[in-house]
């Protein structure tokens, strides 16, 4: 990427092909407007009134919108929008546009739209409050049952699921500074215009304008619900500020405890977890990356370099109900997100923000790519990329994978009998592994990975072959040696070619495997 160089402009995606009719609003025209407000002083979105600032989670979630009154829902599109309301965590409004062959329309706030159980509360909400986002929904199922897939709401934040998810990770238009000392900005979506589709069509447009102190943007969604829902993502940044740690395609996900980590005490679920790890496919080496997820001691930034990226995401791999035994949150149906570069991604690398967390309530996991060429002050970026939400294969993944990770003592009976050292059990299956005999000659390959060879000691690793599920097993004895933060790198191998990703997991003092019960 180089500042001040337009790669996108007439952009056509192949296979999501969009008739505009005569007076429809064009990409041009909201980059021109993110532009002039990067030359302009920011101004932050008015706050609505302090009462629904203040409203607790509870009180916020009982003001429901009225299906009857949705967006569309009496002309032939298969696509209508319900509205969100300003209130708790939604702290300003957003401007909201219809786009039809008339040209654009704004789209009024109704109060009446919503029911309130509280009839003081209702009387309290102004009548030109102005909605918080919007929520689009489709018939993913076989009937005509309008199904919410896709949400916009709240900063830059936006939410899909596929056909057989339920909610759960969030995408988001950029990621400013995050998890740096000095702070993370964080921009927001000022204004969206939704285009109207066609009857019958499966597919519909939105374009959003973006604003922060140190960046407005433009940004084209062209979105396709189903089994996987598809949003192709056409953006152009326009920079007020230089920006330490700028963060494209950041994704926003939770882990709270998994088979990796210690229980919390008191809790009696397995685990509790959005997603399980990061994948990254790098093109340029040929490698499958698999990091999974931790609740850290402390926050910790891990810099993960790629040669040429084809794609990474945060993944949830473990959906069993009986992996979480949780009836409510059904974290066993929570979805995967993979973002897939297609114009103007530089070289860089993906980071990974681990946060702290003692509640599954805190967003504490994100996922971006930062680009290696520095953002100046006045620098303009255009890049666009396709994003997927959907089931555990929504990477398109053709090797062998990392199920599941544990990690004990390795001085006690069935870890071993090295104080200070770890056993850590990585169970592969997958790809070629399952046309493969159970007495197939595989090997390990582990190393540290992060340049610290010294830091840690490999006692031992070797493969076996679990009858019991039909997986392979890897073993591993390790020691960390010192305070600094080795990286362990896992594959199995066949005849000195790689069946499986590459699985790598942090062993410092900041991974949490340390921590009480």
């Known amino acids: ?3 001040g160089k337009r790669w996108l402009i007439g952009l056509i995606l192949p296979g999501l092909l969009y008739a505009h009719a005569a007076g429809a609003l064009e990409f041009r025209e909201i980059v021109d407007k993110a532009k002039a407000r990067a030359e302009g002083e920011y101004q932050p979105p008015p706050s609505v009134p302090g009462f629904l600032r203040n409203l607790s989670y509870r009180a916020y979630q009982s003001i429901r919108f009225n299906p009857q009154a949705s967006l569309w829902r009496e002309g032939r599109s298969r696509f209508q929008v319900m509205m969100v309301p300003p209130g708790s965590y939604y702290t300003h409004t957003v401007k909201l546009n219809e786009v039809d062959a008339d040209g654009v329309k704004p789209i009024p706030f109704d109060k009446s739209e919503f029911s309130f159980p509280d009839p003081e509360l209702a009387k309290r909400v ?7 986002g919007f929520k689009l929904t489709y018939p993913m199922g076989r009937g005509d049952e309008q199904n919410q897939f896709l949400v916009f709401a709240g900063a830059s934040y936006f939410r899909g699921v596929g056909a057989d998810n339920h909610f759960g990770l969030s995408a988001r238009g950029i990621a400013i500074d995050t998890g740096l000392p000095s702070g993370e900005e964080v921009p927001s979506f000022v204004e969206f ?3 109207r589709p066609g009857g019958g069509s499966e597919r519909m447009r939105v374009y959003g304008l973006l604003d922060g102190p140190s960046v407005a943007g433009a940004y084209r969604f062209d979105i396709q619900p189903g089994k996987t829902t598809r949003i192709d993502v056409t953006a152009e940044l326009f920079y007020r500020n230089p920006v330490d740690q700028p963060g494209l395609a950041p994704l926003t996900s939770m882990f709270y405890y998994g088979e990796n980590t210690a229980r919390p005490r008191g ?15 790098d093109q340029g080496a040929g490698e499958w990356l698999w990091r999974p997820l931790t609740n850290p001691s402390r926050l910790r930034l891990s810099y993960l370099q790629v ?7 945060l993944m949830q791999r473990d959906t069993q109900f009986d992996q979480f035994e949780d009836a409510e949150a059904r974290y066993d149906k929570r979805p995967s997100a993979w973002v897939a570069p297609r114009q103007g991604w530089s070289n860089g690398e993906v980071v990974l923000v681990e946060i702290p967390t003692n509640a599954e309530t805190n967003d504490n996991i994100v996922a971006f790519w930062k680009p290696k060429e520095p953002v100046k002050q006045g620098d303009h970026r255009a890049f666009a990329y396709s994003l997927r939400f959907g089931d555990k294969d929504v990477s398109g993944q053709d090797t062998g994978r990392a199920l599941q990770t544990f990690v004990g003592d390795g001085n006690r009976p069935g870890g071993g009998t090295e104080e200070g050292a770890y056993r850590i059990i990585v169970d592969f299956a ?6 493969l005999k159970p007495n197939a000659a595989i090997v390990s390959k582990v190393s540290e990975g992060s340049g610290n060879s010294d830091a840690v000691e490999i006692i031992e690793h070797f493969v076996e072959y679990v009858e019991a599920d039909g997986t392979w097993r890897l073993s591993m004895l390790v020691r960390p040696v010192g305070e600094k933060a080795p990286v362990l790198r896992g594959q199995l191998l066949l005849d000195n070619e790689p069946l499986t990703e590459t699985w790598t997991y942090s062993i410092g003092p900041d991974s949490g495997l340390g921590q009480k019960q």
């Open 1 to 3: 990427m180089h500042s």
């Open 126 to 132: 102004p009548a030109d409050l102005g909605y918080a």
């Open 193 to 195: 215009w939704l285009e």
């Open 267 to 281: 809790e009696w679920r397995p685990q509790v977890h959005d997603s399980s790890g990061l994948l990254i496919h």
């Open 307 to 313: 040669d040429r990226l084809a794609g990474f995401g």
């Open 430 to 435: 997958g790809g070629p592994l399952d046309d």
